[in-house]
């Protein structure tokens, strides 16, 4: 029996934009927890313009009548303020000790309210995750499989690769202290990757990331989900601003690993004094070996900087690894295993 008229132990945190295809399944999910704690389900509505505030109206009365507290929100404004802004306006109406995130497009198993909040209260400056199921089941299977297999060591050592957060937005759990000392979210609106800006800062404050290793919310996969408003390169400029602050100064030379277009993307991408630490380029294709070096034209330095291309054997530690694991059959990470770089302080992936 969920305890009612106590002050809310989790908030269920849901911003709400033209949601109405899966609003009621969403809903539905949170009335079926089975966490047993007082809980809260506050909503946003970011000036939807269809029926989403129906919608959210009737699910009000069926959750209070089962012990749910719900609180709604929004504006009417003839545009919406974005995915940060209605998140931030969601908690500061909420009351709960924990935080639980939700997607209005996606579906909680009964249990995660309780898995996580559990997780939680042993891990009190943690994000709590989960593992997902995907809808549709053959939509995004690299990322998914990433999401969901990354091993526990790997959830602090993969942020800096291009599948972003190691624990996905809508699986996110924390307490509300946590979240006060490292928020709020940023409020550029649409294109910008609140959530990947949240969990840098999170990182920078010492956070640390724990999954909750069940599958516990359907992520849907659609044209309309925000994420594909970001634009490729906005996430790259944060990614690389964040490899330069947050591994680069402990490393006084590196070599970075494929001297192809990504690995090229990436020097050039750097500041002029990281891509001076930049001590070779590596890689397995003999086409490129064969080439000796990579000629940066654009650079501003004089001789211009000539990047010696190596074979892997031959390179030297650290590395920046700007290769897709899961395309190279195992072999890549075979040649790590056979170069004993399997240490963590040895090499980050960029990929």
Known sequence: ?????????????????????????????????????????????????????????????????SGILVVVGGHSSSSPRGVGYSKNQA???????????????????????????????????SIIGCQVRREPPNSTERYTRWVNQLAPDQLLTQVFTSHGPTVIMPTWFCSRAWFSHVGPFEEGGQGEPEDLLFFYQHLRK???????????????YHPQAVTHSIL??????????FLEERALPHWPAFTIWNAGKQGRRLY????????????????????????????????????????????????QPPFVICVKLDLTGGEFEENLRSLHLLEGRDFLHFS
């Open 1 to 65: 029996m969920r305890a009612r008229g106590a002050r809310p132990l989790v908030s269920i945190i849901l911003p709400v934009y033209n949601a109405e295809p899966w609003l009621d399944e969403c809903l539905s999910s949170v009335l079926q927890q089975d966490f047993e704690g007082a809980l809260e389900l506050s909503v946003f509505n970011d000036a939807s313009q269809d029926k989403s505030m129906t919608i959210i109206e009737k699910w009000k009365e069926k959750l209070e009548e």
């Open 91 to 125: 908690i500061a109406q909420s009351s709960g000790s924990y935080l639980c995130f939700l997607d209005s497009d996606d579906v909680m198993m009964p249990q995660r309210v309780r898995l996580q909040h559990e997780a939680a209260a042993q891990h009190p400056t």
């Open 206 to 220: 010492g956070g640390g990331v724990v999954r909750v290793d069940q599958s516990l919310l359907l992520y849907r």
């Open 232 to 241: 490729e390169t906005t996430i790259w400029t944060y990614r690389v601003r």
């Open 268 to 315: 050039r991408s750097l500041t002029a004094a990281n891509q001076r630490k930049v001590a070779a380029f590596c890689d397995v294709d003999e086409n490129k070996i064969r080439k000796g070096f990579y000629c940066y034209e654009d650079s501003q330095e004089r001789p211009r900087p000539r990047i010696p291309i190596l074979h892997f054997r031959a390179a």
